[in-house]
């Protein structure tokens, strides 16, 4: 099966987070058909990682998610380019690691592994459990791949989650008096927030706030007893003193629900490579234990999660060639 045969037959199966049995169950079975020894991680009652080598001791590891974000879409393409789910984010990717990996096969290297994680797009609950696995121990390098532009992405920020609740009393809106308003509160927690200066950091940028969501309040004429915004933070420094500011700020107004984090990290920088910091992040602050991280992928994170996500074929055969010039690069040093 060809580069992009393989990328449309992976984008065929739906697989958007929490449903990558169909998608895992099939990789599994194409990557046996090529003789590969394949293992399904479980990571939950329905989701798998996908985990295949050709001998014992791979040294250089190529990775990536099966799941997507919703909705599903179908691929199509035409000379230029494969449309759909998952073109760049990430079942392109994965079709152009399998297809490195058999043309370094083909030249006598046989020290490759292949890692396929569930879960990226939420909690990175496969990455987890990935990180448990023996063969993490016996990996050096491990080549994630994300939508880079095909550039080696040598820093991503970190992302920071979390839900900012406030209450007030209902009363009725004639009364204000008798009642205290949960929304006025949110949104001068909110307004603080907008106006605080949080720390940057020379190599990897400024850190950013997105409110995402913001809902509360029962009726027009009622005082809202209750409140909530969702927050997402690109970090560029560590956690910590940014959730600190953060308390700082809500004080006693409110209350905040950390729901994930994970910090910016820098991955190897290889010469002879285009490379930047990215603001997004991936797997592979939850991979600690499989050796040095390094990350590039084909394709633009500014359409991969839009009704528009696409990727160029000239993209795709490109990254085969960064790959496997990559893990030559790695072997080698
Ligand atoms: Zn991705």
């Known amino acids: 099966m060809n580069l992009f045969e393989l990328t449309k037959s992976l984008m065929s199966i739906p ?6 049995e169909s998608v895992g169950f099939w990789l599994r079975d194409h990557l046996r058909s090529l003789g590969w020894n394949v293992e399904l991680q479980p990571v939950s009652d329905s989701q798998n990682n ?4 050709l001998n ?4 250089v590891w190529f990775s990536t998610h099966m799941d997507t974000v919703p909705p599903f879409i179908p691929p199509t393409e035409d000379d230029e380019k494969i449309y759909g789910r ?10 152009a690691q399998i297809t490195a990996a058999e043309q370094l096969r083909r030249e006598g290297v046989t020290d490759i592994g292949l890692l396929y994680t569930v879960e990226e797009e939420r909690a990175s609950t496969g990455a987890k459990a990935a990180n448990l696995h023996p063969l993490a121990a016996k990996c050096q390098y491990m080549i994630n791949g994300e939508p880079t532009d095909n550039d080696l992405a040598i820093g991503s920020k970190g992302t920071f989650r979390l839900i900012i609740r406030t209450t007030g009393k209902a009363a009725h809106s004639a009364y204000p008096e008798q009642g205290e308003s949960a929304i006025e509160k949110l949104i001068d927690i909110l307004n603080d927030i907008r106006a605080a200066e949080f720390p940057n950091d020379p190599f990897f940028g400024e850190t ?5 969501t913001i809902s509360g309040g029962l009726a027009l004429n009622v005082i809202p007893p209750a409140a909530e915004a969702a ?5 560029t420094t560590k956690r910590e003193p940014i959730e600190e500011m953060l308390r700082e700020i809500v004080g006693n107004r409110g209350e905040i629900e950390v729901l ?6 820098k991955m190897l920088p290889v010469e002879g490579f285009d490379q930047k910091v990215v603001r997004f992040t991936t797997d592979i602050p939850h991979l600690p234990n499989w050796g040095t991280p390094l990350l590039l992928g084909p394709g633009s994170i500014l359409v991969a999660h839009t009704k528009d ?16 010039g990559l893990a030559k690069e790695l072997r080698a040093g």
Do not use: Q
């Open 260 to 265: 994930s984090h994970s910090e910016p990290v």
């Open 208 to 212: 950013t706030v997105n409110i995402g």
């Open 56 to 59: 014992d001791t791979p040294r």
């Open 86 to 95: 998952g073109s760049c984010d990430a079942k392109g990717i994965i079709a």
């Open 309 to 324: 996500e696409f990727v160029l074929k000239a993209d795709l055969k490109k990254a085969v060639e960064l790959y496997i």
């Open 50 to 53: 996908v985990i295949a080598t």
């Open 231 to 235: 927050l997402a933070i690109r970090l």
């Open 15 to 20: 697989s958007t987070s929490g449903e990558e």
